[in-house]
């Protein structure tokens, strides 16, 4: 498994200033789940047309890995929500 350590940062300036830097890292990971979702339907279209299947289960293991080795147990969790919201629940 990688380091999951916190990724250096600025010191924090308080509570309400780490809930601050907080809440903007967490507008910038929706806006980026977004586009993950929006480029999913694209590929899950394309897919499709080309007479595959919806779901593309060797790609999913790959992504579920990848989180997994980056963040650890939670990464898997994090890996499946992302998977649901990019093609939908199986």
């Not at 010191?11 to 980026?32: K, P, Q, S, W």
């Not at 897919?47 to 289960?57: K, S, T, W």
Request: proline share 3%; glycine share 12%.
């Amino acid at each position: 498994m990688e380091d999951v350590s916190p990724i250096a940062a600025p010191a924090v300036t308080g509570v309400l200033g780490g809930r601050e830097r907080i809440d903007a890292i967490d507008t910038e990971l929706i806006e980026l789940i977004r586009r993950r979702m929006a480029v999913s339907a694209e590929i899950q279209a394309a897919r499709i047309a080309d007479g595959g299947r919806r779901l593309d289960l060797r790609r999913e293991t790959e992504v579920i890995g990848r989180f997994n080795r980056s963040l650890g147990r939670p990464g898997t969790s994090v890996a499946m929500a992302l998977l649901e919201l990019g093609r939908g629940r199986v």
